[in-house]
């Protein structure tokens, strides 16, 4: 989604590395009913990879195609948290839902869903969500599905933070949906975290670009990269939509400007361990060259 805010806005990735507030100029009314089924905004949700909003439309979407005389969606925004909900069925389709798609009838009482968090409401086209009592309830009106994206591109713009979450669907009787690590890069900060649970701050790994990092130190954190993603990842997933391609070019440009990554941070976690050598991952003759 960082990919489609960059050509929109006609920057560089080494613009964004300098000077991530030039996202900020990104205006989500620039999404509008025509440009969101045309590049670079139709890549940001008819894909594989996205966000919480992209799931929403892409699911909706394809169910409206197919059965175009049943369903009819229309989109909330929920505490930074995009859903679809079908006006004529009552289907709510939500990103964080472990166990598919459920059914929220119109009703004024609080109704807790199995798979999600907290409990809903929906009525008079008013959808309310609170995740718990001390947090508060947020109401939400409907919002059309270009509204949706340019605002979660928004919040993307805002954070300069590109997530890559591993989700696994499993298939048969008893289908569910589970959520493996993340890799977090926050441009601001210049690191990277590999988050093994989003449970739990136990085991985060942080590395970052400095000009104090070696030859050693940036082998050692691409070790740990690639291993990450083998054991708490899916190195399909990882590569799906182009966006391995997109990290690598975000990191030689990083490389470049900030010089090679060095270990900050870590809780050791299982084969994640400090090795006494490293395989030759990427041609670090290659990267000092250019």
Same mark, same amino acid.
């Given at each position: 989604?960082?990919?489609? @805010? ?5 920057? %560089? *990735? ?16 620039? #999404? ?7 590049? /670079? ?17 892409? #699911?909706?979407? =394809? ?6 005389? !049943? ?6 925004? !929920?505490?930074?948290?995009? !859903? ?16 598919? $798609? ?8 609080? *109704?807790? +869903? ?13 959808? *309310? ?47 569910? !949906?589970?959520?493996?690590?993340? +890799?977090?890069?926050? +441009?601001?900060?210049? =690191?990277?975290?590999?988050? /093994? ?7 985060? @790994? *942080? ?14 954190? +691409?070790?740990?990269? &690639? ?8 190195? %399909?997933?990882?590569? $799906? ?10 990191? &030689? ?6 010089? /090679?990554?060095?270990? #900050?941070?870590?809780?050791? @976690? ?5 090795? &006494?050598?490293? /395989? ?5 003759? &290659?990267?000092?060259?250019?």
């Amino acid at each position: 989604m960082m990919n489609a @805010i960059a050509t929109d806005l006609g920057l %560089e *990735t080494r613009d964004i590395l300098e000077n991530p507030k030039k996202l900020r100029k990104f205006d989500l009314k620039s #999404v509008t009913q025509t440009t969101l089924c045309q590049p /670079p905004f139709l890549s940001t949700w008819s894909c594989r990879t996205g966000r919480c909003t992209s799931f929403a439309l892409n #699911v909706a979407h =394809c169910l409206e195609m197919k059965y175009p005389t !049943v369903f009819n969606f229309d989109y909330y925004d !929920v505490r930074k948290h995009r !859903v679809a909900r079908c006006k004529n069925t009552g289907v709510l389709i939500d990103s964080s839902l472990a166990s598919g $798609a459920v059914y929220l009838k119109e009703t004024k009482e609080w *109704t807790t +869903i199995s798979g999600l968090k907290g409990r809903w409401t929906y009525s008079n086209n008013i959808l *309310t969500y609170e995740r718990k009592p001390e947090t508060g309830t947020k109401a939400a009106s409907p919002i059309t599905a270009e509204t949706a994206i340019g605002t979660c591109l928004q919040e993307v713009a805002k954070d300069a933070t590109l997530l890559c979450l591993f989700r696994h669907f499993t298939t048969g009787e008893s289908q569910s !949906v589970s959520f493996g690590g993340m +890799i977090k890069r926050i +441009i601001p900060n210049k =690191c990277i975290k590999l988050i /093994p649970d989003l449970a739990t701050d136990s085991g985060i @790994i *942080t590395i970052t670009f400095s000009p104090n990092g070696t030859r050693e130190t940036l082998q050692q954190c +691409i070790y740990n990269l &690639e291993m990450f993603i083998e054991e708490f990842g899916d190195i %399909e997933k990882w590569e $799906a939509d182009g966006n391995r391609k997109i990290h690598e070019a975000l990191w &030689e440009s990083a490389l470049n400007l900030w010089g /090679p990554l060095i270990w #900050v941070k870590t809780s050791p @976690i299982s084969r994640l361990l400090e090795p &006494e050598s490293f /395989p030759d991952l990427i041609d670090l003759e &290659e990267l000092e060259g250019r």
